[in-house]
């Protein structure tokens, strides 16, 4: 579904050629898999990133522990859904597969969902660092990630009730505060 008003640059979406627009936006989700590989090509598809960008990006998702753990680093083998890895590991390196495409705009659908706090809290810092300058929308309740969000819209029903900052709207919306609370109210 492309909303008949959405646009690039201006330019609606339904009048670019669809290479374009997987070039540019990208929709990284939890239904997401793994595939069978090394892990330095299921983060890399395209083969297009030096050690760096591989290691920013896993920096970012806070999965470099997870890479220090395999006996071949990023040359380990994946098995078939990278079923070796946890919940919360195969989260953090389809994270970190999204920020070594480096797309123009990223949609992210609850990134952090399957992780504890602390790892949370350390992807929310380090995905604004990695996502400066570009397009990133998070469809999130976690208040971690939101408090690192430069614009927040609160959508209930699917309407737009409220926006502005984290801060702003957990002081001034209780149904927005009910929302990310976690029962911390």
Known sequence: ???????????????????TVRERILVADNDAHLFTGRLRTELDPHDRADDATLDAAL???????????LPDGLD????????????GQQQRLR?????????????LVEPTSAVDAHTEARIAEGLAAARAGRTTLVCTTSPLLLGHADHVIFVE?????AE????ELFEQEPRYRAAVSRGED
């Open 1 to 19: 579904y492309v909303d008949s008003d959405a646009t690039l640059h201006g330019v609606p979406l339904r009048e670019l050629p669809l290479a």
């Open 95 to 107: 994270l970190a597969r999204a920020l070594v495409a480096d797309p123009e705009a990223l949609l």
């Open 164 to 167: 502005g900052t984290h801060a």
């Open 59 to 69: 920096r970012a998702a806070s999965a470099v522990d997870i890479v220090e753990a």
């Open 157 to 161: 029903d699917g309407k737009v009730v």
């Open 76 to 87: 380990s083998p994946v098995a078939e859904r990278g079923r070796e890895f946890s919940g």
